[in-house]
């Protein structure tokens, strides 16, 4: 079974770019599509992007002149890069396994809370 | 973009009840690509349905949904206490390529 754990700074300075990476286990990372999602504290899922093993990407066009989705196929890893952060970046980010035959995200990392301030 | 509406925002039941939740799209939504997810406090969502009316692995039969177009339901036959969660449905295709509802609170009444 496919497992991912996401990792990163728990704490980003406004302006600043949000870093994350989402390790893979359990399954090769060419066998789906990749996808990052988010939650802000109390409110509902925004989906954010998401990257094939072959480095092909599609973003949410509310985000995406912000945001960087990149694989290394070594590692069994894929990124997340969000730009220019500000408090309203406050989120748990997850990253998923995206099934483009289902159109559904499958598999999820247990999330991980980023919060930008100063 | 296609928006989905949940409702009830909030649903209060008591275990053994019947939950019915809504989910209805903008625009229609191919039913091959509507799910619905539950979530539970601290944890991540889990995929329930898939294709509008197919139950994801493991999940138990008082879980089915329904609908097509533009209007999609989410019926839990008789509520259990592992049940009382937040549901979200969510459609693919669209730009953006995902969105997913606001979600909609089953509670214990």
């Known amino acids: 079974q496919v497992q991912l754990q996401e990792s990163g700074p728990g704490l980003v300075k406004p302006s600043e770019t949000l870093s994350l990476t989402c390790t893979v286990s359990?399954?090769?990372?060419?066998?789906?599509?990749w996808s990052w999602i988010r939650q802000p504290p109390g409110k509902g899922l925004e989906w954010i992007g998401y990257?094939?093993?072959?480095?092909?990407?599609n973003y949410n066009p509310s985000l995406k002149s912000r945001v960087t989705i990149s694989v290394d196929t070594s590692k069994n890893q894929f990124s997340l890069k969000l730009s220019s952060v500000t408090a309203a970046d406050t989120a748990v980010y997850y990253c998923?396994?995206?099934?483009?035959?289902?159109?559904?995200?499958?598999?999820w990392g247990q999330g991980t809370l980023v919060t930008v301030s100063s | 973009e296609i928006v989905l509406t949940q409702s009830p925002g909030t649903l209060s039941l008591s275990p053994g009840e019947r939950a019915t939740l809504s989910c209805r799209a903008s625009?229609?939504?191919?039913?091959?690509?509507l799910a619905w997810y539950q979530q539970k406090p601290g944890q991540a969502p889990r995929l329930l349905i898939y294709?509008?009316?197919s139950r994801a692995t493991g999940i138990p039969d008082r879980f089915s949904g329904s609908g097509s177009g533009t209007d999609f339901t989410l019926t839990i036959s008789r509520l259990e206490p592992e049940d009382f969660a937040v549901y979200y449905c969510?459609?693919?295709?669209?730009?953006?390529?995902?969105?997913f509802g606001q979600g909609t609170r089953l509670e214990i009444k």
């Open positions: 990257i094939y093993y072959s480095g092909s990407t």
């Open positions: 998923a396994t995206l099934s483009m035959v289902r159109g559904v995200m499958g598999y």
């Open positions: 969510q459609q693919y295709g669209s730009s953006p390529q995902i969105t």
């Open positions: 294709g509008a009316s």
């Open positions: 625009q229609s939504v191919s039913s091959s690509y």
């Open positions: 359990g399954g090769s990372i060419s066998s789906y599509y």
